[in-house]
């Protein structure tokens, strides 16, 4: 599939009905929220860091003209630009997200994949900012921007930003996540062991949540139904040793009334480790195997970091931040899907034949707005 066609699932008609119901243009004349679409979308993925300067720049590309269709002799200052962000509304880029997310979902059939839940924190002077989010440890003269992302299937579905002391503990920011999206009703949640309040799992149970974790081993607990241990999958490197449902104590001298299941097996070095789960017909085995898939969202991470920038701050208020995040994600999509219907095995390539493919578009477009003929291209394109 190209480029070309992967955009063609957010046409300009759709950008246009989301403007409205978002009221993104309310009194603006000049950089629509359109327009500001497909600025960002270039400009991330022109590679390196992207920059007010460099959007100054592309804005008066014959590109970015032929692209957006922005008339002729208009121009603008890399000031504008960073206004612009960080007084926009981000709900306009975040409809967008969640359009080109349902739509890529579908295409891929992975509608009931698992959700897989995981955060990241981005450092950044102290000075510049007024947020409150420190660390203990940490110097003073810094402090942590909290991204915490959803994945479903092979695609980025949901993030949210944290500036606050108290989203620094997972206890506090994954349940919010988790608790704040219908996504994660639709398929078996799978986070990583940083959330061990016992009040959050309750919650998460009891707001209809299926999902599978990790607990410290020796959690206190009572034993309330022992099941029987299937067996072991051949090729299989971990050992369950039990299964049962428990009531983990929630405070000294009280129990959780509703039980969850606790499954306890050693790894091949003879590490224990345990997993919780309200899930009550799958096998020990495959809980274990379930948690297992938790590591691609670290792959997806270390994808935004590398590949789209994801630690660096083009502004440094939140809204601007917000704004960004889901710009990054929505790059994030197209790329994704871009490189798994081409069958393509590396990220960078991906991203340079995309961007290579959007030029070539854009190409055939002033050639044609020329009275050229765009036909006569096609022997100097592969």
């Excluded at 390196?48 to 460099?54: D, H, N, P, T, Y």
């Excluded at 003269?141 to 949901?158: D, E, F, H, R």
């Excluded at 000294?252 to 997993?275: D, H, M, N, Q």
Aim: hydrophobic share 40%; net charge positive.
């Amino acid at each position: 599939m190209k480029a070309k066609d992967l955009l063609a699932f957010i046409p300009d008609q759709d950008l246009s009905q989301l403007a409205a119901r978002t009221r993104v243009d309310h009194q603006v004349k000049k950089l629509s929220g359109r327009v500001m679409f497909q600025l960002l979308l270039l400009s991330l993925l022109e590679g390196g860091k992207a920059s007010l300067r460099v959007m100054e720049e592309l804005y008066c590309s014959m590109q970015f003209r032929t692209l957006a269709d922005v008339g002729q002799g208009q121009t603008t200052r890399y000031n504008s630009i960073r206004d612009r962000i960080v007084t926009m509304r981000p709900d306009f880029f975040r409809a967008i997200f969640e359009l080109l997310f349902a739509r890529f979902n579908r295409l891929l059939g992975e509608q009931r994949a698992l959700v897989r839940y995981d955060s990241t924190l981005i450092a950044v002077s102290a000075r510049l900012v007024a947020w409150s989010m420190r660390t203990r440890s940490g110097s003073k003269q810094s402090c942590q921007l909290k991204c915490t992302l959803a994945m479903k299937g092979s695609l980025p579905c949901q993030v949210r930003v944290f500036t606050n002391r108290q989203a620094l503990s997972e206890d506090c920011a994954l349940p919010e996540t988790i608790l704040s999206s219908e996504i994660s009703r639709s398929g078996i949640v799978v986070f990583e062991r940083g959330v061990q309040s016992r009040k959050a799992l309750k919650e998460l149970d009891e707001r209809g949540r299926l999902f599978v974790t990790r607990c410290k081993v020796g959690s206190h607990c009572l034993e309330q139904e022992r099941l029987a241990v299937g067996q072991q999958p051949e090729g299989t490197t971990l050992t369950v040793l039990s299964d049962a449902w428990v009531s983990f104590r929630e405070k000294p001298g009280s129990y959780l009334e509703k039980p969850l299941r606790l499954v306890k097996a050693t790894l091949e070095s003879g590490e224990p480790i345990c997993f919780v789960t309200n899930i009550a017909w799958l096998d020990a085995y495959q809980v274990a195997a379930i948690y297992r898939e938790r590591w691609q969202i670290e792959v997806l991470i270390k994808f935004l970091k590398q590949h789209l920038q994801l630690e660096h701050l083009l502004t440094r208020d939140v809204n601007g931040i917000q704004v960004m995040r889901y710009m990054t994600l929505i790059v994030a999509l197209l790329l994704i899907v871009y490189r798994k219907l081409n069958k393509l095995d590396s990220d960078r390539r991906a991203r340079l034949r995309f961007a290579q493919e959007l030029d070539v578009e854009i190409v055939r477009q002033i050639v044609l707005l020329c009275g050229g003929d765009p036909a006569k291209m096609e022997k100097f394109v592969t």
